[in-house]
T-cell receptor
């Protein structure tokens, strides 16, 4: 059964720093991987989706990479801002049927 | 273009009562997914429905929980005879096709007294 782990569970950085969030998964036979953002009391907002055949995706200050063989993905956030403070979740779709396996998230705080 | 709408946002029930959670998918989306987020845990898939059909209910507890997505109206997640352990945030997501990204609602926070 697929298990998704995110480390660290919480991270605090000063504004302007670049940072990396990590996600690992136990079964490398995946269809795609997504990174989401969750604000307190809110639902999830999709940030980036990487298909299994891709190595990375970029959107603005965000860059997500995927290494299927090692079961790892990273989310790189450049020049962090206080508005980036949120919980970041990665989720794996194993079959393309959209049954997502989520990690427990990394709670990011960007200090002004 | 409204997003995924879930109501109520907060629901309080006493042990033994029934809880009904509603989800209206985005316009044009016929695929609905329900997830549960227990305190300090990640989101766990519960059930995937397409209009009038349950496609995958592998994450649904075998007893007390049921879901439907009728031809007309919202999808309903129903929990009968609630217990304290049902306290969680329940999220609904929708997509236009099964292999396209899901859009999430803001969730219903269920508290059991």
């Amino acid at each position: 059964k697929q298990e998704v782990t995110q480390i660290p569970a919480a991270l605090s950085v000063p504004e302007g720093e670049n940072l990396v969030l990590n996600c690992s998964f136990t079964d490398s036979a995946i269809y795609n991987l997504q990174w989401f953002r969750q604000d307190p009391g809110k639902g999830l907002t999709s940030l980036l989706l990487i298909q299994s055949s891709q190595r990375e995706q970029t959107s603005g200050r965000l860059n997500a990479s995927l290494d299927k063989s090692s079961g790892r993905s990273t989310l790189y956030i450049a020049a962090s801002q206080p508005g980036d403070s949120a919980t970041y979740l990665c989720a794996v779709d194993q079959t393309g049927a959209n049954n997502l396996f989520f990690g427990t998230g990394t709670r990011l705080t960007v200090i002004p | 273009n409204a997003g995924v709408m879930q109501n109520p946002r907060h629901l309080v029930r006493r042990r033994g009562q029934e809880a009904r959670l509603r989800c209206s998918p985005m316009k044009g989306h016929s695929h609905v997914y329900w997830y549960r987020q227990l305190p300090e845990e990640g989101l766990k898939f519960m059930v995937y429905l397409q209009k009038e059909n349950i496609i995958d209910e592998s994450g649904m507890p075998k007893e007390r929980f049921s879901a439907e997505f009728p031809k007309e109206g919202p999808s309903i997640l129903r929990i009968q005879q609630v217990v304290r352990g049902d306290s969680a945030a329940y999220f609904c997501a929708s997509s236009p096709l099964s292999n396209q990204p899901q859009h999430f609602g803001d969730g219903t926070r269920l508290s059991i007294l």
